[in-house]
Each structure stands twice: as structure tokens, then as C-alpha cells.
């Protein structure tokens, strides 16, 4: 074995938000797809430290976030909340010196940060050059479904209009949002008060999608967040599709209801066929479809089309996929990527 393959198969990262939804998600991923690690540093808050974890069956402690425990990893995966991994940017993580793989989306306006999203950037030729160190942060999941499905199928016919509605779980606002919802529901079931710290109104056994003064982030911001991502990554002419975005009263995944007119006569089996190819599911019949349960820890976007019954050319998909899923594994993916530029550089 040559001594760069030896150093690949030795090297260290660092998880910082290991007792979070997102961070154990990256963790099981780098695992599953044995990304060749020796060491995962496990790294979180005060609140967290010296609990007894494990990585790889082997037994790990929680370690705090400064400089010393990062340095000397080949990358640092941002998996907190996006408030704290903003508040220890500077302070732990730019200071080590380790390349940044950003979850959490807090570095999104660093001037040197690259927006990715792998599977989208596959569809157009490859992943786009990172400069040195450059932080990388992992376009939203609803931004990456809007891309990679419009894009292809505007193979099969130019997309006159196009429109969105997402609903958005309790999960992506981490364990917090989980215990609120659980709360929540049984306080409702019970004729008690429910808690609203968190989503700043009822969410349980409720629908909405006005802006909530007091939520700890208001809708707009997130649908800001998603459709300048879907501008960041999606095929140049592809315009972003008109959005609006639910809280919905569900623990794990998004779903979305995509309709879409193209501007001249298609089939729906022809729209079926521009869908096909690597991480789209098509699901067809009545067996089974897409929804929050059949999606839940799958890396695969499963998705239904069916013509509109009023509109000419119009066509309905009904989209899920699983939240804490698939950014980590494209967050995987970006250093996989990495990896291979670097050891292609060792070589030459």
C-alpha cells in the first residue's frame, strides 16, 4: 500500500453536534459507507460533555469544542444547531485550521463558503473546485428535490410554470422540536396548556404557514433559505418554482406537492422516464406511495406523478424524502469527494 493510500485509511474527523439528530445521522453514514476514518472525535456543547457514547461499536466520550480537539482532523462535520455551530465558528473551528463541512447552514454567508449539493452537481458534469480549506455547507434538502426533479424533468419538455407546497417536520428544528410536538400532543389529549417556546403556536393536530413572531425561526426565513439555495445549485435556465412551506404536525420528513405545466403536449409516461436515474424512486400503483413513514431513513427521493384532471399539460408530484437523511449523506459524499481530489493531487 502506498504511504498517501496508508495516510487515507488512518486520517481523523471531527462531529461536532454528536448527541444531535443531524450528528448521530452523519455518524451511522460515514459508518454505513465506510468512509476511511480510524478516529471520529465526538464533539458538542457543555451540556453534553463526558457522556459516554461510541463510535464503531468502540466506546467514545463527548468532547468539548475547541481548537485543540479539532486540529489535526481532515474535516469537521458542523451538525449542531445553526446558532451554536455560528457561535464557535470562529472561536473553535476556523481557529484549527480543518476544513468545514457545514450541516447546520451558519456559514452559508462566509464569503469563501461553496454551496453543494452532489447529486444535483452529478446531473451537470461533477463537483465544482474547492479552494484550499474553503468551508463547504450543504444545500437544504427541499432545495436539492426541487432541483434535482425540475431539472430532469425539463428534459422531457420546457417548464412553463411551476409551484410548491412543503411541509416541514419537527425534527428539522432538532431534538427541540421533537420534544415540543411530543409535548404538545399530549398536553392537547390531556386538555392542558401546550408549550410553545419553540414554534410559537400550536403545532400539534394543526396546519399553518403564517409567520409566527415568536417561532425560533419564522417559515419565510426557511422558505428564503431554500429558494436561494434551489438558485445556487440548480442547472443554469432553471427557474426556481413558486414555494410556500407548512409546518406540519409530523415528526420526521418532508413532503412536497410539486405541480408543474410544461409549455408544449407531453405524456405522463414520458414525464416518468425524464424522473428516472440515481436517487429518485418512482413509485407507481397504489401499494405504496410517498409519505412521511415509508420515507423515514432512506436515502432515496420516492416521488408519484399523475396528470392534473383540469389543467392542460399540467402534472401533479407528490415528493418525500427523509430530512436528516440525505444531507448527511451528501455531506459524506462532498468529503469523499474531497479525498479523491486530494490523493489525485498527491499523485501527480
Same mark, same amino acid.
Given at each position: 500500500?502506498?504511504?498517501?493510500?496508508?495516510?487515507?485509511?488512518?486520517?481523523?474527523?471531527?462531529?461536532?453536534?454528536?448527541?444531535?439528530?443531524?450528528?448521530?445521522?452523519?455518524?451511522?453514514? !460515514?459508518?454505513?459507507?465506510?468512509?476511511?476514518?480510524?478516529?471520529?472525535?465526538?464533539? =458538542?456543547?457543555?451540556?453534553?460533555?463526558?457522556?459516554?457514547?461510541?463510535?464503531?461499536?468502540?466506546?467514545?466520550? %463527548?468532547?468539548?469544542?475547541?481548537?485543540?480537539?479539532?486540529?489535526?482532523?481532515?474535516?469537521?462535520?458542523?451538525?449542531?444547531?445553526?446558532? @451554536?455551530?455560528?457561535?464557535?465558528?470562529?472561536?473553535?473551528?476556523?481557529?484549527?485550521?480543518?476544513?468545514?463541512?457545514?450541516?447546520? @447552514?451558519?456559514?452559508?454567508?462566509?464569503?469563501? +463558503?461553496?454551496?453543494?449539493?452532489?447529486?444535483?452537481?452529478?446531473? *451537470?458534469?461533477?463537483?465544482?473546485?474547492?479552494?484550499?480549506?474553503?468551508?463547504?455547507?450543504?444545500?437544504?434538502?427541499?432545495?436539492?428535490? !426541487?432541483?434535482?426533479? !425540475?431539472?430532469?424533468?425539463?428534459?422531457?419538455?420546457? %417548464?412553463?410554470?411551476?409551484? +410548491?407546497?412543503?411541509?416541514?417536520?419537527?425534527?428539522?428544528?432538532?431534538?427541540?422540536?421533537? =420534544?415540543?410536538?411530543?409535548?404538545?400532543?399530549?398536553?392537547?389529549?390531556?386538555?392542558?396548556?401546550?408549550?410553545?417556546?419553540?414554534?410559537?403556536?400550536?403545532?400539534?393536530?394543526?396546519? @399553518?404557514?403564517?409567520?409566527?413572531?415568536?417561532?425560533?425561526?419564522?417559515?419565510?426565513?426557511?422558505?428564503?433559505?431554500?429558494?436561494?439555495?434551489?438558485?445556487?445549485?440548480?442547472?443554469?435556465?432553471? =427557474?426556481?418554482?413558486?414555494?410556500?412551506?407548512?409546518?406540519?404536525?409530523?415528526?420526521?420528513?418532508?413532503?412536497? +406537492? !410539486?405541480?408543474?405545466?410544461?409549455?408544449?403536449?407531453?405524456?405522463?409516461?414520458?414525464?416518468?422516464?425524464?424522473?428516472?436515474?440515481?436517487?429518485?424512486?418512482?413509485?407507481?400503483?397504489? =401499494?405504496?406511495?410517498?409519505?412521511?413513514?415509508? %420515507?423515514?431513513?432512506?436515502?432515496?427521493?420516492?416521488?408519484?406523478?399523475?396528470?392534473?384532471?383540469?389543467?392542460?399539460?399540467?402534472?401533479?408530484?407528490?415528493?418525500?424524502?427523509?430530512?436528516?437523511?440525505?444531507?448527511?449523506? *451528501?455531506?459524506?459524499?462532498?468529503?469523499?469527494?474531497?479525498?479523491?481530489?486530494?490523493?489525485?493531487?498527491?499523485?501527480?
Amino acid at each position: 500500500m502506498s504511504s498517501s493510500a496508508q495516510k487515507w485509511n488512518t486520517l481523523t474527523v471531527a462531529l461536532v453536534g454528536a448527541t444531535t439528530l443531524k450528528g448521530r445521522e452523519v455518524r451511522d453514514v !460515514l459508518g454505513e459507507r465506510g468512509f476511511p476514518s480510524s478516529d471520529c472525535k465526538l464533539l =458538542d456543547d457543555d451540556e453534553s460533555l463526558g457522556q459516554l457514547d461510541h463510535v464503531n461499536d468502540e466506546a467514545a466520550f %463527548i468532547q468539548a469544542v475547541v481548537p485543540e480537539n479539532i486540529a489535526g482532523a481532515e474535516f469537521a462535520f458542523l451538525a449542531a444547531a445553526e446558532s @451554536y455551530i455560528a457561535k464557535v465558528w470562529e472561536t473553535a473551528v476556523r481557529r484549527s485550521g480543518t476544513q468545514a463541512i457545514d450541516l447546520s @447552514y451558519a456559514l452559508e454567508r462566509e464569503p469563501s +463558503a461553496i454551496l453543494r449539493s452532489p447529486w444535483v452537481e452529478s446531473e *451537470q458534469g461533477g463537483a465544482p473546485p474547492v479552494a484550499g480549506d474553503a468551508p463547504v455547507v450543504i444545500a437544504h434538502p427541499v432545495a436539492v428535490v !426541487l432541483a434535482l426533479l !425540475l431539472g430532469r424533468l425539463r428534459r422531457a419538455a420546457a %417548464i412553463e410554470h411551476a409551484s +410548491a407546497v412543503v411541509c416541514q417536520p419537527a425534527s428539522e428544528h432538532g431534538r427541540r422540536g421533537l =420534544d415540543e410536538l411530543h409535548e404538545q400532543t399530549v398536553n392537547l389529549l390531556n386538555l392542558r396548556t401546550v408549550p410553545s417556546a419553540l414554534f410559537g403556536t400550536q403545532s400539534a393536530f394543526n396546519l @399553518y404557514t403564517q409567520p409566527v413572531e415568536s417561532a425560533h425561526t419564522p417559515l419565510p426565513e426557511t422558505e428564503a433559505r431554500i429558494l436561494r439555495h434551489f438558485r445556487a445549485i440548480a442547472p443554469a435556465g432553471l =427557474d426556481a418554482p413558486a414555494l410556500l412551506l407548512l409546518q406540519a404536525p409530523v415528526f420526521h420528513g418532508y413532503v412536497c +406537492a !410539486l405541480f408543474v405545466r410544461t409549455a408544449s403536449d407531453v405524456s405522463a409516461h414520458q414525464m416518468e422516464a425524464a424522473l428516472a436515474g440515481p436517487h429518485v424512486s418512482l413509485v407507481r400503483g397504489s =401499494d405504496q406511495f410517498p409519505s412521511n413513514v415509508s %420515507i423515514a431513513g432512506s436515502a432515496e427521493i420516492l416521488v408519484s406523478l399523475r396528470a392534473d384532471a383540469g389543467a392542460g399539460n399540467g402534472f401533479w408530484l407528490f415528493a418525500a424524502v427523509d430530512n436528516l437523511r440525505i444531507p448527511a449523506v *451528501q455531506a459524506v459524499e462532498c468529503a469523499e469527494q474531497l479525498l479523491r481530489a486530494r490523493l489525485r493531487g498527491q499523485r501527480q
